[in-house]
């Protein structure tokens, strides 16, 4: 039996995508202190798919060995797109990895480095690193939320990730606000995905844009003229110029979203709101204006003294994640 690790020691987290990988050796108090990235090969098999991860966690025990800290390793924590069960460690089929289905990837990854392996889902694992080490520490219980290309989200109560009865819990990004919306990838209609996720902001700036073919329009601009190359991060763009229509997407989005969020109140009553993704960076001078909105959005009277903040954590919230489930 090998010899525990001591308590101060690093945790390597690994995030999973659907194109690259990216590994990271986390210290105790959450800071990543180095990382490392690969290509993943999501299309040629399990094995490749396990090679991948393999490869970004060498690139991290290298440096581990060049530092002489190898030793110090107290265990691998992954994020990988769902469906997965946390509790077994299987991937089971991901859309974006066709690679593995049913695949028990915390299992073949602890047989290779002997290190115990925990496996969740990149919402999960993120709200669970801001609520130990990020912008909910202090608090018990944290609603979390990531805005980029979907929507996903993360409940933490007492620094423990609420997972449900088969781990599928805490898909707040499928939680209808408008039944006869757009109908969302998942199949259902008007879920806050389909309307205030990357794509919808940017699709709602384009069919604005095509209503008025003849505007004077900044985000028409900072698009080369192609209405179709409107994406979120030009109206978050044409917006700080005093883009009229920039203006407008943005607000209906707050509105959508300070909905959803007062829901998210009504039903959780956490003690924090935690926004992070590609997105938030675009909305975040609105975080104040959506905090404004939610009483109007809720039935509890207290609901105004709940914080709304930004993570802590960006694109290495995944790394942090990782090593959060450890």
């Not at 025990?61 to 390793?73: D, R, Y």
């Not at 919402?123 to 290309?149: D, H, S």
């Amino acid at each position: 039996m090998t010899e525990a690790a001591p308590r101060d020691a690093g945790v390597i987290g690994v995030d999973i995508g659907g194109t690259k990988i990216a590994a990271g050796l986390v210290g105790p108090s959450g800071a990543i202190e180095y990382q490392a990235r690969v290509p993943m090969i999501c299309n040629n098999g399990a094995a490749s798919g396990l090679a991948a991860v393999i490869s970004a966690i060498d690139s991290v025990t290298a440096k581990l060995h060049e530092n002489g800290t190898a030793a110090a390793v107290r265990g691998i924590g992954i994020c990988s797109p769902g469906p997965l069960d946390p509790n077994t460690g299987i991937v089971i089929n991901p859309p974006n990895l066709p690679c593995w289905r049913n695949f028990p990837l915390a299992a073949e990854i602890s047989r290779v480095y002997c290190l115990p392996v925990k496996l969740d889902n990149d919402a999960n694992a993120a709200a669970l690193a801001e609520a130990i080490w990020g912008a909910g520490r202090g608090y018990r219980n944290v609603f979390y939320a990531t805005i980029g290309t979907g929507i996903g989200t993360g409940i933490i109560f007492d620094r423990h990730i609420y997972h449900g009865r088969t781990g599928a819990a805490g898909e707040g990004g499928h939680v209808t606000v408008d039944y006869r919306g757009p109908r969302c990838g998942c199949g259902k209609r008007g879920c806050i995905e389909a309307l205030a996720s990357g794509p919808a902001i940017a699709k709602r700036a384009q069919e604005k844009i095509k209503e008025n073919p003849g505007a004077d329009s900044a985000m028409l601009r900072l698009a080369n003229g192609n209405i179709g190359c409107v994406t979120s991060e030009i109206v978050g763009q044409a917006y700080i110029i005093g883009d009229a229509v920039a203006k407008d997407v943005l607000r209906e989005t707050i509105e959508l979203l300070a909905l959803w969020l007062g829901s998210m109140v009504d039903l959780l009553e956490p003690d924090v709101m935690i926004i992070g993704g590609g997105v938030a960076s675009i909305l975040r001078p609105l975080f104040e204006e959506i905090r404004e909105r939610i009483p109007a959005c809720s039935v509890n009277s207290r609901c105004h003294e709940i914080p709304l903040l930004p993570a802590s954590y960006g694109i290495d919230s995944g790394i942090a994640g990782g090593a959060a489930l450890v």
